[in-house]
Each structure stands twice: as structure tokens, then as C-alpha cells.
């Protein structure tokens, strides 16, 4: 059971769900009476829509796993699962229920609402995971930047399916504003996965050369991928202290909170960026930017205290 667990990574899936909930919970329902915010889906959809999302991003750990046996023999031998601890045949089929199942719900959920168009989300979502596995992330960047909008469709997905719905000509102001905000922590996450999954490549280079894929680090070698990943570090850091600057400068609190928990521990990513070179500085590395993510996102625990108050 253990190996099943980490075959699907349940941390990060438990870091998708919490962000998930913290958008309509944290950032949505405090508003609905002061506000008039509307939202769509109840309690239990919502989790539907939950258990939609992390089973799709379940179903996308495991067949990354299965096309990356040979890979991870090499990069992360002591992690290995598949073959190892579960057949490829088992994780084939777990990856075939877990598709079926988000999408399935999917396509209850877009239907229930009365929009049957928003059922492509899950759909391509499921398909990009795929091709994500089997060929995309062979191609540098291209399988970076598709990973980084699948991250950060998890969390605009509630916007889309609790606000758009409910939205009318009385309310479109509102509730647009709410769907901005989301839009907001949306490409917050892009552009820190993004960084991520690039020092991810790095760490895992040696893997990646001798199973083939053509990474951005094998491309251009370590040296100047860690300047580019470097490069693109500063510009979650410009934007972050942008936003703080324009939106939320009144709000001590909530200043203070992303300069100490967000902008510095990504200052200090930049900084370590910089002389990184060995696979256990990266691996740091990718540690603090999830940790970032986390706090990042937990943020939204101090809107009702302070934003539009």
C-alpha cells in the first residue's frame, strides 16, 4: 500500500487539493455575504471536482512513471517503483482507472452545471498528461512549460466552475474581480513550477542523457541551463513585489507576509541558483520553490482578515 501511495506521489496531490480548497474556502465563501459573491457548486461537487482534479494528476504520476523506468534506475534508484515494488501491467491499469474516473467525473460535473464545453478541460488535461509521459517532455522546455499549465489549470479550474456560471450582468463585476485574483495565484504557480521543473532537469541530467531525452540542461549543459533557470527565478520575484506594490500596499499584513515567506526564500533560491553544481544543491533547490508554492498559496488565509476589507 506504501508503494502505492508513492507511486501516485499523495504529497503532492494533498498540495493540490489544499490549494484548491483554499481558493473557494479561504477566498471565495468569506466574500459571498459582504461581497455577494455567488458560487456554484456544493459541498460535495466541490469535492467531486477535488477528486477529479488529483485523480487526473494520479493518473499523470503514474504513467510518467511507467515511460521513466529506465530513467529513474539511473536518478532515482532507491525511489524506483514500477517494475520494482508494482508490475507495469498493474500501474498500466491504475493509470487507465484513475483517467476514467477524473474524467468521468468531469463530464458529470460540466453537465450538472449546465456548461457540457467545460468537460474538454478534463479531457485535454488527461490527453497533455499523456503525451506529457510518452514524448513531450523528450523536447526541452516544451515538456516545462506544459507540466507548469497543468499546475496552474488546477487552481484557475475553480474559478472556471464555481464563478463563471454564476456570473450575470448584476454581478459580472464581482465576481470577475474574485476570478482575476485566481488568475493571479494561477500564473504564480506557473512561474514558479516552471523554474522548478527546469532545475529538476538539471538534477536529473546524468538520467536523461543516457535514456535519450533532449532536456534543456543536455541541450545547453549545466552551466548555462543554471543561468537560465537563474534568470527565470528573478521574474516571479519582479512580479510578486509588482503585485504587492500595486494591489497590496496598504495591507501590512499581507506585505509583510510575502516579503518574509514568499519574495525572500525566492531571493534566496536566486541566490543559490547562482553557484549551484552539485545534484544535491538542486535538489534543495527544488525543495525550497515547493515550499515557496505552499506559502505562497497559503496566503490566502489573510484575505478575509485584510484584502477588500
Known amino acids: 500500500m506504501a508503494h502505492f501511495f508513492n507511486l501516485i506521489r499523495w504529497k503532492?496531490?494533498?498540495?493540490?487539493?489544499?490549494m484548491q480548497y483554499l481558493v473557494k474556502y479561504a477566498l471565495l465563501l468569506p466574500f459571498q455575504e459582504s461581497h455577494g459573491i455567488l458560487i456554484t457548486l456544493s459541498d460535495f461537487n466541490f469535492f467531486l471536482l477535488v477528486l477529479a482534479t488529483v485523480s487526473i494528476a494520479a493518473g499523470g504520476y503514474v504513467i510518467n512513471d511507467i515511460y521513466d523506468i529506465e530513467t529513474d534506475r539511473i536518478n532515482k534508484p532507491k525511489q524506483l517503483i514500477v517494475s520494482k515494488h508494482i508490475t507495469e501491467k498493474r500501474a498500466t491499469t491504475l493509470f487507465i482507472i484513475l483517467n476514467v474516473v477524473g474524467v468521468g467525473l468531469g463530464f458529470y460535473l460540466s453537465n450538472g452545471i449546465g456548461k457540457p464545453k467545460f468537460f474538454v478541460i478534463f479531457f485535454v488535461t488527461s490527453a497533455l498528461l499523456y503525451m506529457y509521459a510518452s514524448f513531450l517532455k523528450q523536447i526541452a522546455v516544451v515538456g516545462n512549460i506544459v507540466v507548469s499549465i497543468v499546475v496552474c489549470l488546477s487552481i484557475l479550474l475553480i474559478g472556471i466552475f464555481e464563478l463563471i456560471p454564476a456570473t450575470t450582468d448584476n454581478n459580472k463585476a464581482i465576481q470577475t474581480t474574485f476570478l482575476y485574483i485566481i488568475r493571479d495565484y494561477a500564473i504564480f504557480a506557473l512561474m514558479i513550477n516552471l523554474v522548478r521543473e527546469l532545475v529538476k532537469d538539471i538534477e536529473d541530467i546524468d538520467g536523461?542523457?543516457?535514456?535519450?531525452?533532449?532536456?534543456?540542461?543536455?541541450?545547453?549543459?549545466?552551466?548555462?541551463?543554471?543561468?537560465?533557470?537563474?534568470?527565470?527565478?528573478?521574474?516571479?520575484?519582479?512580479?510578486?513585489?509588482?503585485?504587492?506594490i500595486t494591489y497590496l500596499f496598504k495591507q501590512q499584513l499581507i506585505v509583510g507576509y510575502f516579503l518574509v515567506l514568499v519574495v525572500a526564500p525566492l531571493i534566496y533560491v536566486s541566490i543559490k541558483l547562482?553557484?549551484?553544481?552539485s545534484k544535491a544543491q538542486y535538489k534543495h533547490i527544488s525543495f525550497i520553490l515547493k515550499l515557496v508554492m505552499l506559502t505562497g498559496m497559503l496566503s490566502l488565509l489573510l484575505y478575509k482578515f485584510t484584502i477588500l476589507n
Open 12 to 18: 503532492n496531490l494533498l498540495m493540490i487539493a489544499l
Open 208 to 244: 536523461d542523457h543516457k535514456a535519450g531525452i533532449q532536456t534543456l540542461p543536455i541541450l545547453l549543459g549545466r552551466v548555462r541551463s543554471t543561468k537560465i533557470a537563474f534568470m527565470l527565478s528573478l521574474i516571479p520575484i519582479a512580479s510578486i513585489v509588482y503585485y504587492v
Open 274 to 277: 547562482f553557484s549551484a553544481e
